[in-house]
């Protein structure tokens, strides 16, 4: 059994087209619980810095220039087994291949522009929350 807490952001192509609601409604309905949340646009250095772990492959720089293209909504969302259960939400990177009913089949475009972030460990949920996040910013 994981941890509690996962890391996620609505990414650029569901904001601009107004997927907020309909997604935050979809984890509110799975049972994930808001723990912190702010609208912020992301700079470059920030961009590089959380997607570090793809510096050098392919699709990083148009990655980048995609998640800086706009506001995002970065959160914390509290569940038992956080990490997994939200990356069962969410459904697979590729939109083709996420099964029906999950939040990419719905709401992304393309590979990139694939409407969620979810942490993919405890380790990386605790050190994206800390990213964004201060103690005080972070409630449950
Ligand atoms: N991505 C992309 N092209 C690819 C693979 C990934 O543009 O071929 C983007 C996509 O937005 C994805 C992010 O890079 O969500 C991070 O990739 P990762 O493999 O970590 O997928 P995730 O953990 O988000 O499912
Ligand atoms: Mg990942």
New binding site residues.
């Given amino acids: 059994m994981g941890g509690n807490i996962t890391f996620s952001i609505i990414k650029p192509n569901a904001v601009r087209t107004g997927k907020t609601g309909p997604i935050l409604a979809m984890m509110n309905e799975a049972g994930f619980e808001i723990s912190a949340m702010k609208m912020v646009r992301l700079t470059t250095n920030q961009a590089e810095s959380f997607?570090s772990v793809?510096k050098g492959k392919p699709?990083f720089e148009?990655?980048i220039e995609f998640m800086i293209s706009g506001p995002v909504f970065v959160m914390v969302l509290k569940h038992e087994n956080a990490v997994e259960e939200f990356r069962k939400l969410i459904g697979a990177?590729d939109p083709a291949k996420a099964e029906p009913g999950t939040i990419r089949k719905m709401f992304a475009v393309s590979?990139?522009m694939?409407a969620v972030?979810g942490s993919?460990s405890d380790e990386n949920a605790a050190r994206e929350a800390d990213f964004f996040f201060t103690a005080s910013e972070r409630f449950l």
């Fill in positions: 997607y793809h699709f148009g990655l990177t590979v990139q694939n972030h993919d």
